[in-house]
T-cell receptor, first 111, second 112 residues
Framework: GENVEQHPSTLSVQEGDSAVIKCTYS??????FPWYKQELGKGPQLIID?????GEKKDQRIAVTLNKTAKHFSLHITETQPEDSAVYFC??????????FGKGNQVVVIP | DGGITQSPKYLFRKEGQNVTLSCEQN?????MYWYRQDPGQGLRLIYY???????QKGDIAEGYSVSREKKESFPLTVTSAQKNPTAFYLC???????????FGDGTRLSIL
């Protein structure tokens, strides 16, 4: 089955700087890669996603890049703000419309 | 408002008891999912259903049961056979085609 690994596990950045989280996946058949943001006590919220026929997608301060050859995809957050502090999860499709999730990355934005 | 509602937000179970967690969606989604989240861990799939009256085991189905009698409802029962039930439980749903999964706000289950 699909194996998704996420690095680093914790990331601290100064407010205004950029944050980058990288995920690797194992199944070359995976074709959809969402990113979720989870705040304390809440469910994950989809923030951006990318499909395998696209190399990059951007939505305001958030972007995702996909390298199918190397089997990794990354989340980029620019001009970080305190409200960006949260746990971020990456995921990749596996069979039967299921998702395999990484273990999450705690992002702390220091004011 | 359209969305996924999980209830209750907090649930306590005594040893040997079964408990049922509720998940309701009004998004008209065909597929629904149950995940378990433990501290510092990703989301692990318990059960999923792609259509009414049908469901499949996920990666950690032992000690859990589900039903899908209605499109909008996918309750999860944590049975006494689940020896380590303390966790945060998340329900998700997904529309047809290549739509993403959307999550409820979870139920935190604790053992008394």
């Amino acid at each position: 089955g699909e194996n998704v690994e996420q690095h680093p596990s914790t990331l601290s950045v100064q407010e205004g700087d950029s944050a980058v989280i990288k995920c690797t996946y194992s199944d070359s058949a995976s074709n959809y890669f969402p990113w979720y943001k989870q705040e304390l006590g809440k469910g994950p919220q989809l923030i951006i996603d990318i499909r395998s026929n696209v190399g990059e997608k951007k939505d305001q301060r958030i972007a995702v890049t996909l390298n199918k050859t190397a089997k990794h995809f990354s989340l980029h957050i620019t001009e970080t703000q305190p409200e960006d502090s949260a746990v971020y999860f990456c995921a990749a499709t596996q069979g039967n419309n299921r998702l395999a999730f990484g273990k999450g990355n705690q992002v702390v934005v220091i004011p | 408002d359209g969305g996924i509602t999980q209830s209750p937000k907090y649930l306590f179970r005594k040893e040997g008891q079964n408990v049922t967690l509720s998940c309701e969606q009004n998004l008209n989604h065909d597929a629904m999912y149950w995940y378990r989240q433990d501290p510092g861990q990703g989301l692990r799939l318990i059960y999923y259903s792609q259509i009414v009256n049908d469901f499949q085991k996920g990666d950690i189905a032992e000690g859990y049961s589900v039903s899908r009698e209605k499109k909008e409802s996918f309750p999860l029962t944590v049975t006494s056979a689940q020896k380590n039930p303390t966790a945060f439980y998340l329900c998700a749903s997904r529309g047809g085609g290549n739509q993403p999964q959307h999550f409820g706000d979870g139920t935190r289950l604790s053992i008394l």
